[in-house]
């Protein structure tokens, strides 16, 4: 039983501590989960970077100066103090890189809410813990999919309504490689008559994120400067990079009409303060407060576009790779930071 942690001042110093042992009972009101798999990818590191800022660090305790970074995935009751949650139910959801976390939950209808008092104040949807099955969308065999791209896809839906908003002509999406620009990029077109696309990215990603078939153009980093300029654009921000940015408004200026932060995968230097820049003033995006604001008929449009996608679309998106072990799992976090996963890598860990 193992519980990874990260310094919360520094990412790169990882260690790892005797987790939850198995338990036989737990109090009423908790569950015991087992922490099957999870998905790692470059919105978990940043999770870690904005550990403090976006209390991330607050999901899980640790000791002191030490921080348990959340990661999406499915866990298995092994016990269970709640009423309507038995030994081996699946939930997917929000976990620590824990071989074991025991959490006080309510059940409802199609899974279980977290209510303990350290998580009361933090996004709701981070607490949420759906049930593991079909009817609930989770088809069965495609687990590792879901664990790698779910919460992705969620935000790539929410932020081709974000975009449409603006009836723009072009939509520029830097880290165009990563799998949060490719999720928004498939919802965009899934829009109808859909804008251009333009994906930004470093030189070694360029060729495979253009062989996606998703955007109308891939440009590098050194080549901003033949982004289109001559009808509205949205530029949707995943990189992270105040000096990139400021060089997408530069260009973009005079027809700028939306400028998204969404991410930091350039994490070394990603910044999402930004101010003077030509053009629209930076807007921050949270997938959490704009899955909070949907209305009904939009979250089950959302919710019922995920199967096919799962099932048609991410297999040419990724290929899973199961790692498993805390050794397994410090690499690949090392990998990430050091951004050696190519965004094609499905990375699937488990403790
Ligand atoms: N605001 C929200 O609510 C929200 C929700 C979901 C995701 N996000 C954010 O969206 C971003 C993308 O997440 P993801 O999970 O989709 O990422 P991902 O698929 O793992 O992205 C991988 C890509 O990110 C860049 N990258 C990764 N590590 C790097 C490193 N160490 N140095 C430089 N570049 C690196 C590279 O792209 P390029 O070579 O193309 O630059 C790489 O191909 C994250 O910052 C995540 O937090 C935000």
Do not use: K
Not at 77 to 95: E, H, I, L
Not at 212 to 232: H, I, N, Q, S
């Amino acid at each position: 039983m193992v519980d990874v942690l990260v310094r919360r001042d520094d990412p790169r110093t990882v260690r790892c501590d005797p987790g939850e042992p198995p338990r036989t009972g737990v109090p009423q009101g908790s569950v015991q989960f087992a922490v099957e798999r999870f998905g790692l990818t470059a919105n978990n590191l940043t999770y870690a970077v904005l550990g403090d800022a976006w209390r991330y660090w607050d999901h899980f305790p640790a000791p002191e100066g030490w921080g348990r970074v959340p990661v999406w995935g499915f866990g298995r009751a092994t016990a269970s103090g709640v009423d309507g949650v038995a030994a081996g139910d699946r939930f997917f959801g929000f976990w620590p890189m824990s071989s074991r976390v025991t959490l006080e939950v309510a059940a409802g209808p199609g899974g279980l809410a977290d209510r303990s008092a350290a998580r009361a104040s933090l996004a709701r949807v981070y607490g949420r813990y759906a049930r593991a099955l079909p009817e609930t969308g989770f088809p069965p065999g495609l687990d590792d999919v879901a664990a790698v791209l779910r919460p992705l896809f969620q935000t790539g839906w929410l932020l081709a309504d974000r975009v449409a908003r603006e009836g723009a002509g072009v939509v520029v999406l830097t880290s165009a490689s990563s799998r949060t620009a490719v999720c928004t990029a498939a919802a965009v077109r899934a829009h109808g008559d859909p804008p251009e696309l333009v994906g930004l990215t470093s030189s070694r990603h360029a060729a495979a994120t253009a062989a996606l078939g998703l955007y109308d153009r891939v440009l590098t980093y050194e080549e901003v400067g033949a982004l289109p300029a001559d009808r509205g654009a949205v530029l949707v921000d995943l990189a992270g990079d105040p000096d990139l940015r400021a060089a997408v408004h530069r260009r973009t200026a005079g027809v700028l009409r939306a400028s998204v932060v969404v991410g930091a995968t350039h994490w070394t230097r990603a910044s999402f303060a930004s101010s003077g820049l030509p053009g629209p003033e930076p807007e921050v995006f949270s997938a959490p407060a704009a899955a909070a604001a949907l209305d009904p008929s939009s979250a089950r449009r959302i919710a019922a576009a995920w199967p096919d996608f799962a099932a048609t679309r991410a297999p040419g998106l990724l290929t899973v790779e199961h790692r498993t072990g805390a050794q397994a799992v410090t690499e690949a976090w090392a990998a990430l930071l050091d951004g050696d996963v190519d965004p094609r890598r499905g990375l699937v860990l488990s403790l």
